[in-house]
């Protein structure tokens, strides 16, 4: 039986304004056509246009200038990595998507990691623990310093394919980061787990115990998953259940 895909509007939006920069009706440096402009020219709505335009953006191809608006950045094709950052980007089950994801790649990781740990290496990622730990002790989202940890701890694997992938999914991983940390920060007691659960991580690593680094990283990845969970439920966003 041949299944037929549902495709949303603003995606073929996307593939239309794609069409017309890879083709060269536009080129790079030119300015595109308003929301209203291309809502009209294909009749849709403009939020059709706005959510295109965010995946146009994400891809890379294209730029919104204050005060200009949005121009051409490259009329090359996205890559693989791109057209999996437009998936994640797609919709809030992403954010599970994502999350599902990096409990795949981080626990094998980490355990890579434990292994394969150097002196130096440790340094630095003691160092990204630091700064996330003076970004929670201010208060902040530290969405920043929590990404730049768990890339650090990628490149420790010394696996290239683990650091190309972190790399390839680091913008949205630090979205989402920002979502679920800001609603940790308003819960009692959540910032000071969520650095314990990281002090764990490399305490492991620094004995170069690879189960407990694999534990200890499950637990954090879970414990984020179901935070993610609740605040989903708490929106009423219909999500899949955790297997």
Known sequence: MDLIKRVRIYEMVVEKIKALITEGHYQVGDLLPTEREFAQRYGVSR?????????????????????????????????????????????????????????????EAVSLAAKRCTKKD?????????????????????????????????????????????????????????????????????????????KAIVHAIKNNDDEKARKAMRLHLDNVLHKTYQELDHKNIKQVKSR
């Open 47 to 107: 939020s059709a246009v706005r959510e295109a335009m965010i995946v146009l953006h994400r891809l890379g191809m294209v730029d919104n200038i204050p005060g200009k608006g949005t121009v051409v950045v490259t009329d090359s094709e996205p890559s693989v990595n791109d057209y999996l950052l437009e998936l994640l980007n797609a919709e809030e089950q992403s954010i599970i998507n994502l999350l599902e994801l990096r409990k795949g790649i981080e626990i």
């Open 122 to 198: 440790l340094a630095v990622l003691q160092e990204k623990l630091e700064l996330l730990e003076k970004a929670v002790e201010k208060g902040e989202v530290a969405a920043k310093e929590d990404h730049d940890f768990h890339v650090t701890l990628s490149s420790i694997t010394k696996n290239d394919l683990y650091i190309t992938v972190m790399t390839a999914i680091s913008s949205v991983m630090q979205n989402t980061l920002e979502k679920t940390r800001a609603e940790t920060l308003n819960k009692p007691g959540g910032p000071p787990r969520v650095l314990s659960e990281h």
